[in-house]
């Protein structure tokens, strides 16, 4: 069995920062790709950023420059660095872990920027 946590939410004005974490527990072997997603209210759920194993990333257009993701393997833990926060950026962020061709996700941590 395989937990996918997430943590570091909140509510926060604009322009301001905040860092999620995300760690995989349990039955842990190598993990491939890290990513996060966020889903607003009545919108569909959104890639954010992913992280590969060998540290090669991707960012949606609106988070560039704003976002940074990162990840300590020895931690099974992946980062997103969140600065410059506007409204738009509000939603439910989620965790998603790639393992043995699996796909786990987590329950995910609410951000709420405030204008």
């Known amino acids: 069995q395989v937990q996918v946590a997430e943590s570091g939410g909140g509510l926060v004005q604009a322009g301001g920062s905040l860092r999620l974490s995300c760690v995989a527990s349990?039955?842990?072997?190598?993990?491939?790709?890290m990513g996060w997603y966020r889903q607003a209210p009545d919108k569909q759920r959104e890639l954010v950023a992913e992280?590969?194993?060998?540290?090669?990333?991707n960012y949606a257009d609106s988070v560039k420059g704003r976002f940074t993701i990162s990840r300590d393997n020895a931690k099974n833990t992946m980062y997103l660095q969140m600065n410059s926060l506007i409204p738009e950026d509000t939603g439910v962020y989620y965790c998603?872990?790639?393992?043995?061709?699996?796909?786990?996700w987590g329950q995910g941590t609410q951000v709420t920027v405030s204008s």
């Open positions: 998603r872990v790639v393992m043995r061709g699996y796909v786990y």
């Open positions: 349990g039955r842990v072997s190598i993990i491939n790709d």
């Open positions: 992280i590969t194993s060998i540290d090669s990333t």
